[in-house]
């Protein structure tokens, strides 16, 4: 199974210092083969306004990462090439139905013909499950119908990439599983080459759900949809403010519905993290695992705590877990920090 990372854009555009940016990048390579992108390939940071063209696009902080990769000898997966309809800019509103979906074609095209051969995979369409049926991120265009076109687009200019349908909910809500299934299946009858289906991992309580309920949503997506499994955005936090108004003190002692105390939360973190990881790698149908954040970050929307070093790159206890997954023991250029 493929482990793997996200990476920050402050990283790769220059905002963070050079002796931050320095100590960060050598942790990926020491610990990683694989990483992908936070959010940066989304349109509304590398298209400021209506592009005439793909030199109206900014690559700068994705062609940074590329080279970083290149350099480093690690693969790339590409986060997002179409995302949710909250995440698009407003000029993109402002078109007409047919400009609207002539942009969609010639992003994607731009996108994956510029990163042909460079980003083994792609978050192709993500979070689409909630969305409309009909008129489609503003095309006029039935949904389904149009992911398969996107798909086809995407295939057209990197056959031999993995093109990714990605989604969140999966794992504690039903309806969204059932919903998703449903949306795959018909989006491949339509003619769509989906290659891979991407299940978010972000937890919205403090603990993980119960081991058969990770299973059974494991087993049934990929059941009914033939199809392999990434992990993409795996996490869990002490601090779901923005999303149920709770948080707890990490540093407490911390007690799971299932009743097991531990002596903190990040103890606790720690055999989540490898609990989970270990039921995706035992199965042979999760191919991916990608950890949300590696390093704890101060971002505003993004949860505190839920990396595997803090936020002065030091080691927590989900690291020490999982070290064995992570670094190739057998490699001389991997370096325990």
Same mark, same amino acid.
């Given at each position: ?6 990476? $920050? ?10 002796? &931050? ?5 050598? =942790? ?13 390939? $989304? ?11 793909? !030199?109206?696009?900014?690559? +700068? ?32 509103? @402002? *078109? ?7 942009? %969609? ?12 051969? @460079?980003?083994?995979?792609?978050? =192709? !369409? ?10 489609? %991120? ?7 119908? *149009? ?9 057209? &200019? ?24 449903? =949306?795959?299946?018909?989006? @491949? @009858?339509? #003619?769509? /080459?989906?290659? !891979?289906?991407? *299940? ?35 996490? %869990? ?7 149920? #108004? ?11 519905? #299932? ?9 606790? $973190? ?33 949860? /505190?705590?839920? #990396? *595997? ?16 997954? =992570?670094? +190739? ?9």
């Amino acid at each position: 199974m493929n482990v793997s990372t996200v990476v $920050q854009q402050k990283y790769f555009n220059g905002v963070a210092s050079e002796e &931050e940016t320095q100590r960060y990048l050598k =942790l990926v390579v020491d610990n990683f083969e694989e990483v992908g992108m936070v959010a940066f390939g $989304q349109i509304k940071f590398i298209v400021r306004s209506k592009p005439e063209t793909t !030199v109206d696009y900014n690559w +700068q902080t994705i062609d940074n990462l590329v080279d970083f990769a290149t350099k480093n000898n690690l693969r790339l997966h590409y986060n997002t090439v179409i995302n949710n309809k909250d995440s698009f800019p407003d000029w993109y509103w @402002k *078109l007409s139905y047919t400009d609207k979906k002539s942009f %969609l074609e010639n992003h994607v095209k731009a996108v994956v013909g510029r990163y042909k051969n @460079k980003f083994y995979l792609y978050k =192709l !369409v993500n979070e689409s499950v909630r969305d409309e049926e009909e008129n489609f %991120l503003g095309t006029g265009e039935n949904r389904i119908n *149009l992911i398969a076109q996107i798909f086809k687009w995407a295939k057209e &200019e990197s056959p031999n990439s993995l093109m990714m349908i990605n989604d969140f909910g999966n794992f504690y809500k039903e309806d969204i599983r059932r919903g998703y299934i449903k =949306l795959i299946k018909e989006v @491949k @009858k339509a #003619g769509g /080459p989906i290659d !891979v289906v991407g *299940l978010q991992g972000h937890m919205w309580t403090f603990d993980l759900p119960p081991d058969d309920e990770i299973e059974k949503t494991l087993s049934q997506i990929h059941e009914e949809t033939g199809l392999p499994i990434y992990i993409t955005e795996f996490d %869990l936090s002490f601090d779901n403010s923005i999303h149920s #108004g709770r948080k707890i003190d990490p540093n407490e002692p911390f007690v799971t519905r #299932g009743g097991t105390k531990y002596n903190n939360w990040f103890d606790y $973190q720690a055999f989540a993290y490898k609990r989970f990881f270990d039921i995706c790698n035992s199965t042979d149908y999760v191919h991916g695992f990608t950890f949300w954040g590696f390093c704890d970050e101060k971002v505003a929307w993004e949860r /505190p705590g839920i #990396g *595997l070093f803090n936020e002065g790159f030091k080691p927590k206890p989900a690291f020490e877990v999982l070290r064995h997954v =992570l670094i +190739q023991e057998d490699s001389a250029q991997k370096i325990h920090p």
